[in-house]
């Protein structure tokens, strides 16, 4: 064997690792380095101590609760819309697929605040009238409990599950089913038999993203629970890492309940590599068949209409509140018109200095983490795809990071390696969020390039290599305008959730660094509801904007192709 | 000039050998078809030449230019080929125009030149109206033209091929055949041409290589000295259906084991161990009376010819005959049925050979 020269492939290698052992590798390695080593011992007799404060204590078990609580419910919600749509003759089921989607649109902390606005227990304007009404002491509902985060988090929640569920569903092999039928078995034993068990592994792979989501989310319980001393993992960190102005102890415990965020996520992600490896999945075949469907006779209507009252109630309900409340000369005033405003919208769009930086650090931030994230995510999909070289399994051991790290770990990884600790401080300004972005949003667009890669052929690189053309050249005239498509997909993924992203900028900011979702946050905290609703609500329609775009993007694509 | 030489070349991936210390060379516009089963090594000799590939020991020249070997390593973009893949790596996102186009960005040629080369090689395959389309657009054979078209355009020395036709059907396939060598003809590159398919390699090669499962070059001739002079039972069991039959020998006469028929096989005999004899199903035939006794175990009419299988000793033979002469002579027997097999041609083989392979 000849010695291998150090070539053009081995410096991608080399630069990809670097980038990921920067970017994600050392963060979390710090985050563990504090939680676990005290002045250069490791130490885990008392970085359990820490663990056992009751206030850390009680944000584990509502951590356990939430997210426990919220899977089961969005697991029951998700699979029942789910069915409904893809095997009953509902009337308008394709109307209502895409409805029962829209809720993935709208960012919880969003619909957080509207319910908060609606629900609290003493201002809540439902409340108020139903205590008006039937002349009530107490309240009727109280969104400002357990109970109420998990309700807001399924709402926003449940979809990852239908979309799991109705996209198996329809997938698979109409004859398992007829051929049981042809046994002699009643609709009940074929779906408690033959359907459930197959569908299996779509449902607990969206019950697994409920849960991992859910552990990991800031926005509701922020809202919702903070006020009330509700905390879990992600809040007891924020509330530590800034009511505590830093101290030692507090950083430490705020690493090691990352440390538990992150060990909890990889278990996640590992039981849901095991079920989709499983093989079990192999009955469902890609191409869409006619399934068998269920005649829901007299259920037609009511169950159509408790579809929609469910639309009207957790997307329709909100979204008005929150552009009426907005209006509001000021908050409390009753919705009538002489009361309000669309001041309030000018005002924050072009005179509040916070608010207008607000919107433009998150559309350059997300723009450009967006774009550079895309960048380096396609280098180290190419390399791990399309290189045969020696030490790639460390990419790939590297790769798999970025999946399993939450937004309010990373957020609180590039707090320590950044702030002055290697001689470089980020610390306030829009690097330290542009570096988080990275770090959170790599998943996404390794995932999305990696999968355009898979499915360029090698040997269309290697024909236009013997047509004469160089590497450099194959790659710009052949596997960059095949892979496109995939690029493009994964600006989107990111660009969009980022411009609405509070998880983790929300640790991240300084005075002149809020993003949209830091503005919407803190707005709310120093109770001005009423801006803090028209931001929002001008969010929304950014949102909804940037959706139709992508559409018109990926289907002027299709179209081409 | 596209002479192509392999000496002494050997590839590994990690501990698995793929070839072996091989050495062939492809002369100047011959083409030349290299003949072995799927994981023989084949390919991977093709992207050595190719350049995708490096040897782990070995040289290969193309037309007298060293391009691996002795710590050169020439790109494949330097090497001055044409190749055809299997799954035809037909650009979807270039019009046939485009993608046929493509080899001629790197010459010196100008637009209109370039353009008439274009139009001239799309029109010898038979695309000169679908220049603008889309391979989406295109059939599988059309495709394949293109992949075709586009090794071709720029006039290279040496044109690789990597199972072209396997991914097309029966029809395609033959006429696809033909039109290679004329297309071969008229440009004059060397093929060095690489497949499964004897039928293919016999009807298009000047030269055939047999390679076998090892990666070791078993024989090399012409298609006629191939199928006819088979070099040994290799060779002559993987150029299609073949039988045999158990050998006793008496000086230079031989009789099939257990019958008194006396016969003349032809080939080598070596005097180490039983010997068998082979034939192809033609270079036997059922007759009324004498030859060698055997029962018919089955008879299927396929048309043109008819099938049987036919009891020998303890073999089983597969015996083709032309329908009508069938019909003329003892006529359609039945499954069951005593009858005489005679014999136009045997080969001798070890039979430890044959056993070895079974």
Known sequence: MRPRRFGTAELLLLLSILILVVVVAIPILLIFWNAFVVEGKPDFLRALALLKEPDTLEALKNSLVIAGGTTVLSTIIGVFFAWLVSRTDLPYKGTMKVLFLVPFMLPSFIGALAWKILLSPRGGHINRLLMDLFHLEDPVFNIMSLGGIIAVETMYLFPFVFIQVSGALERMDPTLEEAARISGAGLFTITRRITLPLMMPSILAGALLVALYSLAHFGVPAILGTERNIFIIPTKIYEKIYASGGNFEAIRTGTMLSSILVLSAAAILYVQSLVLSSGRFQVISGKSMRPMVLKLRGLKWPLLILSVVYIAITVVLPTVTIFLVGTLKTYGLAFKLENMTLDNFTYILFKWELTRDAIWNSFYLSLSAAAVTMLIGTLISYVLVKTKIRGKFLLEFLGVLPFSVPGTVIALGVILMWSGRFGVNLYNTAWIIFVAYIARYMAFALKSTSAALEQVHDSLEEAARACGATKWQAMKDVVLPLIKPGMVAAFFLIFLPALRELTTSVLLYGPHTRTIGVAIYTLNEDGETVYAAALAAIALVIIVLGQLLIKRVTRAKIESA | ?358
């Not at chain 2, 004059?188 to 009807?203: N, S």
């Not at chain 2, 019958?259 to 010997?275: K, M």
């Open chain 2, 1 to 358: 000039m596209g002479r192509v030489s392999v000496e002494g070349v050997t590839k590994a991936y990690g501990p698995k050998r793929v070839l072996q210390d091989l050495s062939l060379a492809v002369e100047d516009g011959e083409c030349f078809t290299l003949l072995g089963p799927s994981g023989c090594g084949k390919t991977v000799l093709l992207r050595l030449v190719a350049g995708f590939e490096t040897p782990d020991a070995g040289e290969i020249t193309i037309g007298g230019r060293l391009v691996s070997g002795r710590g050169t390593n020439v790109p494949p973009e330097a090497r001055n080929l044409g190749v055809v893949f299997q799954d035809y790596a037909v650009w979807p996102h270039l019009t046939v125009r485009a993608n046929t186009a493509y080899p001629l960005k790197f010459r010196a040629d100008d637009a209109p030149q370039r353009a008439a080369a274009v139009q001239s090689v799309l029109d010898q395959v038979g695309l000169g109206a679908l220049g603008e389309r889309y391979p989406s657009q295109l059939s599988g054979g059309q495709q394949q033209r293109v992949a075709l078209a586009r090794a071709l355009v720029a006039h290279p020395e040496v044109l690789l091929l990597d199972e072209p036709l396997s991914n097309l059907d029966a029809n395609l396939r033959e006429e696809m055949r033909f039109e290679i060598k004329d297309l071969q003809r008229h440009h004059g590159a060397t093929i060095l041409y690489v497949t499964h398919d004897q039928e293919v390699a016999l009807a298009l090669s000047d030269r055939i290589g047999i390679l076998d499962q090892a990666g070791r070059l078993r024989q090399v001739g012409t298609p006629r000295e191939i199928f006819d002079q088979p070099a040994d039972l290799e060779v002559f069991r993987f150029l299609g259906v073949t039988s045999f039959v158990d050998l006793a020998f008496d000086g230079d006469q031989a009789r099939i084991a257990g019958t008194s028929l006396d016969l003349r096989p032809e080939g080598p005999r070596p005097n180490i161990g039983a010997l068998v004899g082979g034939f192809r199903p033609m270079e036997a035939e059922l007759v009324k009376d004498g030859g060698v006794p055997g029962i018919v175990k089955r008879v299927a009419l396929l048309g043109a010819v008819v099938d049987f299988r036919v009891e020998v000793g303890s073999r089983e033979l597969r015996i083709q005959q032309e329908t009508s002469e069938v019909m003329r002579g003892l006529g359609l027997p039945v499954e069951g049925q005593r009858c005489g097999v005679r014999f136009h041609r045997l080969r001798t083989f070890a039979a430890a050979a044959l056993s070895g392979e079974a």
